[in-house]
């Protein structure tokens, strides 16, 4: 069985603070790929960034960071210096091999100008 | 950038009436999606489509829904007889098929069923 969890329902924070947005995926697969989507009110779903979970180095793109530790099993996106553009439900989509993507509950994120 | 377009983008409907919502996928993908999202709630998988037959269906996807990619573009998703319960954002998403790359997902039909 899958679990995905996103703890946080709602975080607000003031424009150009950093924020940290927690996802924990529980499954007894060793493979598994762990991706981010962002929902802006308009209602989209746009693809921010994409994990192996046979790989957990840290990354940064931007102002986006994320970090992955398999051992619990944590995947964890970062903002740094949050824009008011940056408002928005944030889904945590992790899938197991030859899976579907499944959706966490998502943390509705508010940058407070 | 290639995208996933879905039409309409709104369709309001009479409870009962049968609904037909449409998604051209990215022309090189293989594997089709439907989601569903009932407002402020979560993403939820109905079905995935591969190779002209349902891949796997959530419990969901009772025998009011249905799929077919009936002239090999269109990604369609019907509703036969729709209740008020099925009113939520219907997202159709495609990939390429492999497993660590990201579905991505067209703007959504907001179904109201009325």
């Known amino acids: 069985a899958q679990k995905v969890t996103q703890a946080q329902t709602e975080i607000s924070v003031v424009e150009k603070e950093d924020v940290t947005l927690d996802c924990v995926y529980e499954t007894r697969d060793t493979t598994y790929y762990l991706f981010w989507y962002k929902q802006p009110p308009s209602g989209e779903l746009v693809f921010l960034i994409r994990r192996n979970s046979f790989d957990e180095q840290n990354e940064i793109s931007g102002r986006y960071s994320w970090n992955f530790q398999k051992s619990t099993s944590s995947f964890n996106f970062t903002i740094t210096a949050s824009q008011v553009v940056d408002s928005a439900v944030y889904f945590c989509a992790p899938r197991s091999r030859d899976d579907k993507i499944i959706f966490g509950k998502g943390t509705r994120l508010h940058i407070l100008p | 950038e290639p995208e996933v377009t879905q039409t309409p983008s709104h369709q309001v409907t009479q409870m009962g009436q049968e609904v037909i919502l449409r998604c051209v996928p990215i022309?090189?993908?293989?594997?089709f999606y439907w989601y569903r999202q009932i407002l402020g709630q979560k993403v939820e998988f109905l079905v995935s489509f591969y190779n002209n037959e349902i891949s796997e269906k959530s419990e969901i996807f009772d025998d009011q829904f249905s799929v077919e990619r009936p002239d090999g573009s269109n990604f369609t998703l019907k509703i036969r007889s729709t209740k008020l319960e099925d009113s939520a954002m219907y997202f159709c998403a495609t990939e390429a098929g492999q497993a660590n790359t990201e579905a991505f997902f067209g703007q959504g039909t907001r179904l109201t069923v009325v």
């Open positions: 022309s090189n993908h293989l594997y």
